[in-house]
């Protein structure tokens, strides 16, 4: 079982930046994405990457966040600038696809983003 730790959340102004990072608890290749859940809202995808570093983005976030891996430190990040109230939620970090979804999540960061 691979435990995933994520940091970095906290609360900044509108047009500001944060980093979130997730940290498994070991050593992973497979696929690692990062998604968001606002009050009220399901939870959406953020940003993914693959094993290759290939990446995906939603609209929404594409040209102002950036996803990343870096393999010798086992850290999987997500840069967020120009940020804006509506992303304002807490993030999750995943990773390993299988048939039925992801198979291991993090417990969650809160971003809070005031206008």
């Known amino acids: 079982q691979v435990q995933l730790a994520e940091s970095g959340g906290g609360s900044v102004q509108a047009g500001g930046s944060l980093k979130l990072s997730c940290q498994p608890s070991s050593f992973i290749s497979c696929k690692m994405g990062w998604y968001r859940q606002a009050p009220g809202k399901e939870r959406e995808l953020v940003s993914t990457?693959?094993?290759?570093?290939?990446?995906k983005y939603a609209d929404s976030v594409k040209g102002r966040f950036t996803i990343s891996r870096d393999y010798d430190r086992r850290t999987l990040y997500l840069q967020m600038n120009s940020l804006k109230s509506e992303d304002t939620a807490v993030y999750y970090c995943?990773?390993?696809?299988?048939?039925?979804?992801?198979?291991?999540w993090g417990q969650g960061t809160q971003v809070t983003v005031s206008s």
């Open positions: 990457i693959g094993a290759a570093g290939d990446t």
């Open positions: 995943a990773a390993c696809m299988v048939a039925s979804g992801y198979k291991y």
